[in-house]
T-cell receptor, first 114, second 110 residues
Framework: NAGVTQTPKFRILKIGQSMTLQCAQDMNHNYMYWYRQDPGMGLKLIYY???????DKGEVPNGYNVSRSTTEDFPLRLELAAPSQTSVYFCASRHLGSGANVLTFGAGSRLTVL | DQQVKQNSPSLSVQEGRISILNCDYTNSMFDYFLWYKKYPAEGPTFLIS?????DKNEDGRFTVFLNKSAKHLSLHIVPSQPGDSAVYFC?????????FGTGTSLTVIP
């Protein structure tokens, strides 16, 4: 099992450019999440999804968009990149069910906006 | 506002001794409390959790304690090993969302 796969691992963007961070999981998990981690800070929730076709905002959604057309994929779109979006982005998933309050994370995508 | 706080950014412990990592929270609404471990350039990995109806959970060298009246969560690692050196995040779960602390960097000195 690959678990949660994120691409790319590293990316440098210029201010105003757009890009999509890809996230795929092969565990048939219902729930998927996008977090960002800034230096010295905890993980902040950007968006999450409880199933295909359903998405919800987290704590810091501004400047981002998501879609969930399949159970497996949960891409994060950055429109008009800004230096404040320089961060490490983590995708995570979990299964719906008793005792399933555990997130499985991808390895992260490090984004720098210059 | 910061609902979950880990007030110690770093901790150094001798190999074989006990490591105690702490986490404080401000809201009583959480259902589950978890600890994650993170190595550099990797995603966080689940370590241990506890339900809000319990006050202690053990898994090998790792024990999590929950004091609901004090709104305090702690992780004990005993004996500590050099491979335990990592950043540890507490995470609190309610309503499909997880709220993370800022992390404590643990260094276990051989």
């Amino acid at each position: 099992n690959a678990g949660v796969t994120q691409t790319p691992k590293f990316r440098i963007l210029k201010i105003g450019q757009s890009m999509t961070l890809q996230c795929a999981q092969d565990m048939n998990h219902n729930y998927m999440y996008w977090y960002r981690q800034d230096p010295g800070m905890g993980l902040k929730l950007i968006y999450y999804s409880v199933g295909a076709g359903i998405t919800d905002k987290g704590e810091v959604p501004n400047g981002y968009n998501v879609s969930r057309s399949t159970t497996e994929d949960f891409p994060l779109r950055l429109e008009l990149a800004a230096p404040s979006q320089t961060s490490v982005y983590f995708c995570a998933s979990r299964h719906l069910g008793s005792g399933a309050n555990v997130l499985t994370f991808g390895a992260g995508s490090r984004l720098t906006v210059l | 506002d910061q609902q979950v706080k880990q007030n110690s950014p770093s901790l150094s412990v001798q190999e074989g001794r006990i490591s105690i990592l702490n986490c404080d929270y401000t809201n009583s609404m959480f259902d589950y409390f978890l600890w994650y471990k993170k190595y550099p350039a990797e995603g966080p990995t689940f370590l241990i959790s506890i339900s809000s109806i319990k006050d202690k959970n053990e898994d090998g060298r790792f024990t999590v304690f929950l004091n609901k009246s004090a709104k305090h969560l702690s992780l004990h690692i005993v004996p500590s090993q050099p491979g335990d050196s990592a950043v540890y995040f507490c995470a609190l779960y309610t309503g499909n969302q997880f709220y993370f602390g800022t992390g404590t960097s643990l260094t276990v000195i051989p």
